[in-house]
């Protein structure tokens, strides 16, 4: 048979966010073997993956504009719960399928399917990671990700870090897998735009707090104020009553309406990437957009106005060269990147990064070709973590042993109309409860 009439590979990625879901699918997109998904195979050729996408309905689900902003193509996409996938997932032959998802997520995820596959001798390729950087909660969020037959570290770092982690419990550290984050691209920076653009890369909970939010808001106005030649942009993730991967509890937008700002400053929204194509410096706490930025070279500024903390993230820049307060920026400091600590981030600037996912493509293509691929076996068990491991089931509605519980949303049924209709309503009242009434009950409680 002609490699041109190969059946293509069926993909399916579970994500729980927007930027996870765009981090799922970019991530398939660049690992699975053969073309890129949204090509035409020429003669000969292997036809492109076939995606299909679903979204873990929940607190951060995203909306259609969300969606739109990510900008990428499934051939199908729509909501279900852990059991409803988990039915899918029972039933359609998929290749490969990538947990894009929280790592309690993950776990449920990996029990529940190790159920459900358990009479198959063929299943998909499990593939899992981290959709930026890790700063904490490493030890946990790696056990729970376990028993993935590929678990994704963004950077040489990260795979060192990740393997020693494993080690050092006695699981296994051979799925660790050495990427790059999926998401890096476009054009180098070439020079200074006209006007000259100053983005602030808001992140939507870190810092945490009214107090920190409003210095940080007010010091990006002044420095507009400051530079009137300028154009000063606030980069925000996503609009009121929206969810992202965090909850965001004091939006920008809401501090921002008291403010007098000058012309020169706006609130943008849209695809990171695209802003980047018009940013002259690129300023952030924490944001992954600082590597995407440092792998346009982009001059790029990790904040330490309010000090160098593992809570804030930052902590991870130290020793990147990029670390400076909006004092020094406002004097005319631009930082120098450090290349070193640059080529351990998987950033690529050294041309490397179109062989960063390499490894992963020839450890999938090797696993498909296999007769048959062993059981899932995640480190945590109900023997090794009894006191653990039945609570981040039961979140999802399964068991001990990953079956659903008795009353699971949707169990023995495809969601009809009303059902998706009080979902929504749901959802919302969950999103106006968390932006609106909880501030509202703590300053109340600090009276």
């Known amino acids: 048979m002609p490699p041109s009439t190969t059946k293509p590979p069926r993909i399916a990625v579970l994500a729980d966010s927007d930027t996870r879901w765009k981090w799922g699918a970019l991530t398939a997109n660049r690992v699975v073997p053969g073309p890129s998904m949204g090509t035409v195979p020429g003669e000969g050729a292997q036809a492109a993956p076939a995606l299909d996408g679903f979204l873990l309905r929940g607190r951060a689900t995203p909306t259609p504009r969300q969606l739109a902003e990510v900008g990428v193509r499934a051939d199908s996409l729509r909501e279900v719960t852990a059991v409803e996938f988990l039915r899918v997932m029972a039933r359609e032959p998929y290749d490969v399928l990538v947990l894009a998802l929280v790592g309690g997520g993950v776990q449920a995820m990996l029990h529940g399917l190790k159920r459900v596959w358990e009479d198959r001798r063929s299943r998909p390729v499990v593939v899992t990671g981290y959709v930026g950087v890790v700063y904490e909660k490493l030890a946990d969020g790696l056990l729970l990700r376990h028993g993935a037959d590929l678990v994704l570290a963004n950077s040489r770092q990260d795979a060192e870090r990740f393997r020693a982690v494993y080690d050092g419990v006695g699981a296994d550290s051979s799925a660790v897998t050495e990427v790059a984050l999926p998401f890096l691209g476009g054009q180098p920076y070439t020079g200074e735009h006209d006007p000259y653009t100053v983005v602030f890369a808001a992140q939507p909970s870190v810092p945490d707090n009214r107090k920190d939010r409003t210095y940080l808001l007010d010091r990006l106005v002044r420095h507009a104020r400051r530079h009137p030649e300028r154009e000063v942009l606030l980069k925000l993730r996503s609009r009121p009553g ?56 982009i001059p790029t500024v990790v904040l330490t106005d309010l000090g160098v903390r593992e809570v804030l993230g930052n902590h991870h820049f130290v020793g990147s060269g990029c670390l400076a307060s909006w004092d020094q920026l406002d004097a005319g400091h631009r930082p120098v990147p450090d290349e070193e600590w640059v080529a351990r981030q998987g950033v690529g600037v050294d041309g490397s990064y179109e062989t960063a996912f390499d490894a992963a493509r020839e450890r999938i293509a090797k696993l498909l070709a296999s007769d048959a691929l062993p059981p899932l076996t995640p480190y945590y068990t109900p023997a090794t973590a009894p006191g653990y491991l039945p609570g981040i089931l039961a979140r999802h509605h399964l068991g001990p042993d990953g079956t659903p519980l008795p009353g699971a949303p949707a169990h023995d049924r495809e969601p009809g109309p009303v059902r998706q209709i009080v979902r929504r309503a749901a959802r919302g009242a969950y999103r106006h409860g968390v932006q609106r009434v909880a501030p509202v009950i703590r300053r109340m409680g600090e009276l």
């Open 242 to 297: 929206e969810h992202t991967t965090h909850i965001e509890e004091l939006p920008y937008q809401k501090l921002a309406q008291r403010l007098d700002p000058p012309p020169n400053f706006r609130l943008v929204y849209g695809n990171m990437g695209e802003v980047l194509d018009r940013t002259d410096l690129l300023v952030t706490v924490s944001s992954t957009a600082a590597l995407e930025s440092l792998h346009r070279r």
